[in-house]
C-alpha cells in the first residue's frame, strides 16, 4: 500500500483539495471539483492548481518571460525581461543615437531609446557620427 502524502507538504506548495484529507498524486479521493488542479496538463512538470496557463507547457512560474506577448513567468507582467528581443540605447539628446554605455534588452524600444548606439556625446543633440563639423 503506498504511503499517503503528508498534509504539510500539499499546504507547503500552496495547493489543496477542499476536504480534511490529503489527496494522493494520482487525484484519487480528491473531491471531483479539485481533482483538475492535481493534472499537469501540458506536461511542463507544474501542477494545474500552481500553474496560470496549463494548456502552455512554455508558460509555468519561473519560465523564461521570452519576447512573445505572453506572460510565461506567471508574474503578471509580459515580455518584462526582454528574451529574444533586441539591444537598444538611451538617446538622451534625441538625435537618433543612443549612449553605447546605455545598452539594453527589450522586446521592443522604449521611450528615448534608439536601436543604434554610436553616439560619442549624448547630451549634445548636434553631436554624432557623420554630424556637420563647424568651429565651436
Same mark, same amino acid.
Given at each position: 500500500m503506498p504511503r499517503p502524502t503528508p498534509l504539510f507538504l500539499f499546504l507547503a506548495l500552496g495547493v489543496g @483539495? /477542499? +476536504?480534511e484529507d490529503t489527496c494522493p *498524486? +494520482?487525484?484519487a479521493g480528491c473531491p471531483e471539483d479539485t481533482a483538475p488542479d492535481w493534472v499537469d496538463a501540458d506536461g511542463d512538470g507544474v501542477i494545474a492548481g500552481v500553474d496560470c496557463d496549463d494548456a502552455n507547457a512554455a508558460v509555468y512560474p519561473g519560465a523564461a +518571460? $521570452? @519576447?512573445d506577448g505572453v506572460d510565461n513567468d506567471c508574474d503578471g507582467e509580459t515580455d518584462e525581461d526582454g528574451l %529574444? %528581443? !533586441?539591444v537598444f540605447? #538611451? =538617446?538622451a539628446d534625441a538625435d537618433s543615437y543612443g549612449d553605447p554605455t546605455? #545598452? %539594453?534588452l527589450y522586446c521592443e524600444a522604449p521611450e528615448g531609446w $534608439? *536601436? /543604434?548606439g554610436e553616439d560619442c =556625446? +549624448? !547630451?549634445d543633440g548636434s553631436v554624432y557620427p557623420g554630424a556637420d563639423e563647424f568651429c565651436d
Open positions: @483539495c /477542499n +476536504d *498524486e +494520482d487525484t +518571460d $521570452v @519576447c %529574444g %528581443g !533586441s540605447y #538611451a =538617446d546605455t #545598452a %539594453g $534608439v *536601436e /543604434n =556625446d +549624448d !547630451s
